[in-house]
């Protein structure tokens, strides 16, 4: 308990008050010398001293660095709990019930905070205390309803408990309950503990006891990397038992269709299975093993895969959006290889899908179209894999709004950033954001806010409009230009939007900021829940007919039927687009933001007809140039990077086919199309086919070493990569310098080395731990090529079915052992409550960190940092009373008219003073000659006395000089 009263004061520093008495002295010193040989002091000198006095008192007790220190006697318990894939799911919820009874017991002047950790961790409800003095209403702990997503692939109890310990106040008795089955993945969880039990926080773990008796998984399934066409592929299932026999099914699946299935016994311990699979087309294959037994424990870990490159021809995958393309056509008769055609958000979403192909083309494909994950792995299979990429354009491909600023566009030997051109229109988008009820809603909104904003161009105006957490909506962002978009970015970050009862107010800010936009095209998109009031009618016709500004909503988990149809109501009657959505389809979002901010962007392309120029030599253009070119109707406006070869241009020297390589593959960019719209006279051209099948050709994949082969295997969440290299002749191909590149399954690409261990054999390991396909492409230069030119290149996947979470068929007795020697205290929760329920007298389980002596603790309050601010008030006093000087006598009461007779003519006290020589005298003054005097309307009375005039001899500036010294006296005087 903290109190008020039970403070002491303490001084930290105590030698700096000694400064006082030399600082008095030389304030004393000063004083006597400003008085100089004056007698007395002043009024003002007085107050002067004293306000320094002080100031230099406040002053070195602020240095001393005093506080007060309150006694503190409360707890502060923070419950940390494992949710990581490993727990099972009836020992979970149990240990969730233990920290619901455990939390509901803490008293009033007690405090608690919850966290939840796997492969990270995050503060579910924190510590309501803030200071001695102060603490918040506390946040319910509720460990049945987490809101929090993390990853659950991986356990970190260390980066979990030094987060907990982060979040204590200061003051009072601190402990940790560490509620965790103990298969750590990541970090130190020892060296935390013992770092806590250092610094006075006690550790409680509470053991999520269990043992898989009788549970079956699949360990591995290992097949060749590469494989010949038509020949069958052995493959090995290799599954483990912790009893047996049992009987099981053994199904084995190719590419997701089951090829294999057989009744099988399974022993203890491992068993291991041979299948002969083959495979009657080239390209890439999954193969995956799923485990049926009769008694099993956890199901996610009965399947395994593995991964096998059959060799062929070739192949091309054709991605196309354009309407009456004869492009497929064209590619499939003239390549003589394989073309496979999708359509244009059909790309593929992991790294295996792009093994097969030595070149993806993709034509008039939006940037909305795809997901951030589609993009970023064509990316990686570009950069990483080699994989070729011809990027035909359309009005909704290149520029702002399409590929600008995404990592398609990085890949490509064109830009959006266009410079010194002429200027196109702009657009203005205004993003109103409701408070986004959904697990991490409003983190997500501000994200795809964002790609909104990337989408956009530099001359485009963006705004973001919100209903604040103070009950008024306001700008997080005005609409103004976007410019770099950096600002906008860091603005983004600030946006809370909360619970809002109208929609009508934050539309309206929205109109007032477009009303005031010279924006060609206006756009709002609007994210609720659909559950507040609607907009006006009026303001929506003012939208649409005034402003000429759609308006898009996008309803996510609305709670009754009437929101959509009311946030549908506002997109219909201003000519946007209704979206409805549930949280679980919130991956849709991002495509949305980017697909709606397209509709303000800058026009990007030019519709003037031109006859491409031919900017040199390249054999994408053999025996086709040779005629002439025919007419291109438009184009997309875009600049060629510094890097990239222009092979044909366009008016003002844009480019219209460029290329260059891009790490390991090539990449080129059409930036007209290859369809009726602008190339119409290019599909009736004789040479069309032949011109494309040249442009395809020459981004085919081309470093290919078939002398290589790569082999990878997984074992504990690490790919163990294998790569034997030989020469033509049959030699070990030693003193490579071999680099490697793992693409994870959502395309993100990391480096990791590869090191001789053998003649022509070369190693390495990455981690693996996402569930997917992972791809190791290895490629190196020969060591007799001085240039350093990248060569040769082979590939190897591995697959990660699940987790190495679910491969845990225990809680780790050793780590909680550990726990206990390093200072922690093991609660077994099972059997303090077989013993409660035996005797009454014994404590309940939840009960025991909130027992127990609590020693006081002092509670520390600085007080220097007032302390200066009281001595910077005290220096505004001092000056002010030795330059601000002030008149008493005005302030005097002036006497009544009777009271200034009685004065009058009450007698001297005193002789009369002497007139000094030269001085006025009215009674010996000579007459006044008052003739030439001008006439006055009456007479005046005789009793009125005559004004004195100085006499001649006294000058003007003598009379001055005696008027300053009688003030300066007056004012020494009071």
Known sequence: ???????????????????????????????????????????????????????????????????????????????????????????????????????????????????????????????????????????????????????????????????????????????????????????????????????????????????????????????????????????????????????????????????????????????????????????????????????????????????????????????????????????????????????????????????????????????????????????????????????????????????????????????????????????????????????????????VTKLAIQALSSDDEMGLVEYSMDGKERWVIPLTRVGTKESHMAQVAKAEPSDAPSLHAILQRAADALALSGASAKHVILVSDGDPQPPSDKLLAYLHDELRATVTTICVDSHTPDGPRSMKHIADATGGTAYELKSSARDRLPQIFIKEAVTVRRSAWSEEPFTPTVRGIHRMLNEVADGGLPLLLGHTVVSIRPEAELVLSGPEDDPVLATWRRGLGQATAWTSDASPRWAQNWVGWAGYGRFWTQVVRGNLRSVEHLGAKASAEIDGGVAHVVLDALREDGSFDNGLRVAGTATAPDGRATEFKLTATGPGRYEGEF?????????????????????????????????????????????????FALLEGAGARILDVEALDRAAAADAKQPDAASIPWTGPVESTEEPVELWPWLAGLAALVLVLDVAVRRVRIDWSKFRRKPSAAAAGAIAARPAAGAARPRPAGSFDPATAPPVDTSSAAPSTGAAPASAPTTPQPPASESPGLLDAKRRAQKKQKWEEN
Not at 162 to 184: C, K, Q, Y
């Open 1 to 447: 308990m903290t109190s008020l009263l039970a403070a002491s004061f303490r001084v930290l520093r105590p030698e700096a008050l000694l400064l006082l008495i030399v600082l008095y002295g030389v304030v004393a010193w000063i004083a006597l010398l400003g008085r100089g040989t004056r007698k007395g002091v002043r009024t003002g000198e007085a107050a002067a001293l004293v306000a320094r006095g002080v100031m230099l008192l406040i002053v070195v007790l602020a240095l001393s660095l005093p506080r007060l220190e309150f006694e503190s006697r409360f707890r502060s318990v923070a419950y940390v709990l494992d949710v990581s894939d490993s727990v099972p799911k009836a020992a979970l919820d149990d240990a969730k019930e233990f920290v619901r009874r455990s939390a509901s017991l803490r008293k009033d002047d007690d405090d608690a905070a919850f966290v939840v950790f796997a492969q990270g961790a995050a503060v579910e409800a924190p510590m309501a205390r803030i200071s001695a003095t102060k603490r918040d209403e506390p946040i319910p702990i509720d460990p049945k309803n987490i809101s929090t997503r993390i990853p659950t692939a991986e356990t970190d109890v260390e980066g979990a408990l030094r987060l907990a310990r982060a979040g204590f106040p200061t003051g009072g008795a601190r402990s940790i309950v560490l509620v965790t089955d103990g298969n750590e993945t990541q970090g130190d969880a020892l060296a935390a503990v013992r770092e806590l039990v250092a610094d006075h926080t006690g550790v409680t773990v509470v053991p999520i006891r269990y043992a898989r008796d009788r549970e079956v998984w699949i360990a591995k399934v290992v097949a060749p990397s590469q494989s010949a066409e038509n020949a069958p592929v052995p493959v090995r299932v290799i599954v483990e038992s912790t009893h047996g026999p049992v009987t099981a099914r053994l199904r084995c699946l190719v590419d997701g269709v089951e090829a294999q299935t057989q009744q099988v016994k399974l022993d203890r311990g491992r068993n291991v299975f041979a299948l002969g699979v083959p495979f009657a087309t080239a390209g890439f294959h999954r193969i995956e093993a799923i485990v049926e037994p009769e008694i099993d424990g956890d199901p996610v870990n009965n399947r395994g895969a593995a991964a096998t490159f059959v060799r062929g021809k070739g192949r091309v995958l054709l991605a196309s959006n354009a309407e009456g393309s004869p492009l497929a056509a064209a590619l499939a008769d003239g390549l003589g290889i394989d073309v496979d055609s999708v359509v244009g958000g059909s790309l593929p979403a992991d790294p295996g899908g792009y093994v097969p192909y030595d070149c993806v083309v993709i034509e008039n494909v939006p940037a909305w179209m795809l997901t951030d994950v589609q993009r970023r792995v064509l990316k990686s299979a570009v950069e990483d894999m080699g994989t070729g990429l011809v990027c035909i354009g359309g009005p909704q491909t290149y520029g702002p709004g399409g590929y600008g600023g995404t990592d398609l566009e990085a890949v490509l030997p064109v830009t959006s950033d266009v410079k010194n051109r002429r200027v196109m229109p702009g657009g203005a988008l205004v993003v109103a954001l409701h408070s986004c009820e959904f697990p991490d809603g409003n983190s997500i909104g501000r994200e």
């Open 767 to 815: 981690p693996a731990t996402d569930v997917g396909t992972w791809l190791a492409t290895l490629h190196w230069a020969d060591p007799r090529d001085a240039t350093g030119k990248t060569i040769s290149m082979t590939q190897a996947a591995v697959c990660v079915a699940y987790s190495a979470e679910h491969l845990a068929q225990h809680s780790n007795e050793r780590l």
